[in-house]
T-cell receptor
Framework: GNSVTQMEGPVTLSEEAFLTINCTYT??????LFWYVQYPGEGLQLLLK?????DKGSNKGFEATYRKETTSFHLEKGSVQVSDSAVYFCALILLSNDYKLSFGAGTTVTVRA | DVKVTQSSRYLVKRTGEKVFLECVQDMDHENMFWYRQDPGLGLRLIYF???????EKGDIPEGYSVSREKKERFSLILESASTNQTSMYLCASSLGTGAQETQYFGPGTRLLVL
């Protein structure tokens, strides 16, 4: 079946550190891939997405590249801030699954000043 | 901006009670979704709806039902709440279906069943 695997957290970083959150997927077909972010006390919001192989999604200094050969969509940011503290979810959507989102377990990131 | 609102942020209920969770979106979206969020499990889809009066089971529909009488409103119903339904419940909506559709989420309702 279709599934998303994220690196386990929690992740704790200092401000201006480099952040990577690994995400790999298993899918029967060619999914679209998403990163959603959940700030404390809020619902999820879309951070970035990529709909085909080699696409790069980017937003708010975050980037992720759709790698079909490694079935991965790792999230990166070069210099994190305290305001980036949140839970990050990798997700996929697939025609064969009626376009329903499948989420990873989430990675909690805490950035310390 | 798309706005998805949920009727309660926090709710405490007793085992066996009937529980209603309400969700409203203000952008005339066709699709609405109910998820539950549990630590280590991410989000799991309970039910979704592509149109008024239409509903489809998600991955974990047992113990839940839904109602969509109006386009903007999607209700999740726990017919007889149980302690294993203690969770964070998130509602979402999207304009259409497809590989590029973004889902917009509400702030969540944290339900505690005693």
């Amino acid at each position: 079946g279709n599934s998303v695997t994220q690196m386990e957290g929690p992740v704790t970083l200092s401000e201006e550190a480099f952040l990577t959150i690994n995400c790999t997927y298993t899918a029967t077909g060619y999914p679209s891939l998403f990163w959603y972010v959940q700030y404390p006390g809020e619902g999820l919001q879309l951070l970035l997405k990529a709909t085909k192989a080699d696409d790069k999604g980017s937003n708010k200094g975050f980037e992720a590249t759709y790698r079909k050969e490694t079935t991965s969509f790792h999230l990166e940011k070069g210099s994190v801030q305290v305001s980036d503290s949140a839970v990050y979810f990798c997700a996929l959507i697939l025609l064969s699954n009626d376009y329903k989102l499948s989420f990873g377990a989430g990675t909690t990131v805490t950035v310390r000043a | 901006d798309v706005k998805v609102t949920q009727s309660s942020r926090y709710l405490v209920k007793r085992t066996g009670e009937k529980v209603f969770l309400e969700c409203v979106q203000d952008m005339d979206h066709e699709n609405m979704f109910w998820y539950r969020q549990d630590p280590g499990l991410g989000l799991r889809l309970i039910y979704f709806s592509y149109d008024v009066k239409m509903k489809e089971k998600g991955d974990i529909p047992e113990g839940y039902s839904v109602s969509r009488e109006k386009k903007e409103r999607f209700s999740l119903i726990l017919e007889s709440a149980s302690t294993n339904q203690t969770s964070m419940y998130l509602c979402a909506s999207s304009l259409g279906t497809g590989a590029q559709e973004t889902q917009y989420f509400g702030p969540g309702t944290r339900l505690l069943v005693l």
